[in-house]
């Protein structure tokens, strides 16, 4: 998993309500991503982060920010949670920009009522 | 426009039916593809990066392959704990390693 945790692993919330997920990670990367998981598409990048402070937009992230404020943590807020984004988000984490691998976490299932 | 293409979506076996699995790739500048596997309730556990048309690497009952346009995840006298979702992902053109694209992935099936 390599250092990789993610909490909550589950969360049920209503709509409308702010959710921060938060991705930890043990391996001082410098690379860090939030997916999501959805039937039908696949996983999909959210944001992603290239170091502290230092974030970007992926392909759907609409309705979502994030924050870096250590190496070891990324966070993923929903402002304003809406049923369409219940999902499976999964972190990842990647040590240098070329010639390796991401390591995903266990990810966190959430669930919008 | 990059885009990765799996099939099939789902297949099944019975232990020891060898069998491929494929993904199609169009990505400005390849510059790696990766296999994942995947359990469910589980994240995506990497399992190999391919970078030149040509290469090929093993573990156990898999291997995987390169050309062009596509890989192969091949697997031999698969068994039961073969048995999960394989992801297939290439770097999006311009971006890190992690900046993926992915596939919607096979679902395999292993019967004993």
């Known amino acids: 998993d390599a250092g990789i945790t993610q909490s909550p692993r589950h969360k049920v919330t209503e709509t409308g309500t702010p959710v921060t997920l938060r991705c930890h990670q043990t391996?001082?990367?410098?690379?860090m991503y939030w997916y999501r998981q959805d039937p039908g598409h696949g996983l999909r990048l959210i944001h992603y982060s290239y170091g502290v402070k230092d974030t970007d937009k992926g392909e759907v992230s609409d309705g979502y920010s994030v924050s870096r404020s250590k190496t070891e943590d990324f966070l993923l807020t929903l402002e304003s949670a809406t049923s369409s984004q219940t999902s499976v988000y999964f972190c990842?984490?990647?040590?240098?920009?070329?010639?390796?691998?991401?390591?995903f976490g266990q990810g966190t299932r959430l669930t919008v009522v | 426009e990059d885009q990765v293409t799996q099939s099939p979506e789902a297949l099944r076996l019975q232990e020891g039916e060898s069998s491929s699995l494929n993904c199609s790739y169009t990505?400005?500048?390849?510059?790696?593809l990766f296999w994942y596997r995947q359990d469910p309730g589980k994240g995506p556990e990497f399992l190999f990066t391919l970078y030149s048309a040509g290469e090929e690497k093993e573990k156990e009952r898999l291997k995987a392959t390169l050309t062009k346009k596509e890989s192969f995840l091949h697997i031999t006298a698969p068994k039961p704990e073969d048995s999960a979702t394989y992801l297939c992902?290439?770097?999006?053109?311009?971006?890190?390693?992690?900046?993926?694209?992915f596939g919607k992935g096979t679902k395999l099936s292993v019967k004993p």
């Open positions: 990842a984490t990647l040590d240098r920009a070329m010639n390796t691998e991401a390591f």
């Open positions: 992902a290439v770097p999006i053109h311009g971006g890190s390693q992690g900046n993926l694209i």
């Open positions: 990505v400005s500048g390849l510059r790696g």
């Open positions: 391996e001082n990367h410098r690379y």
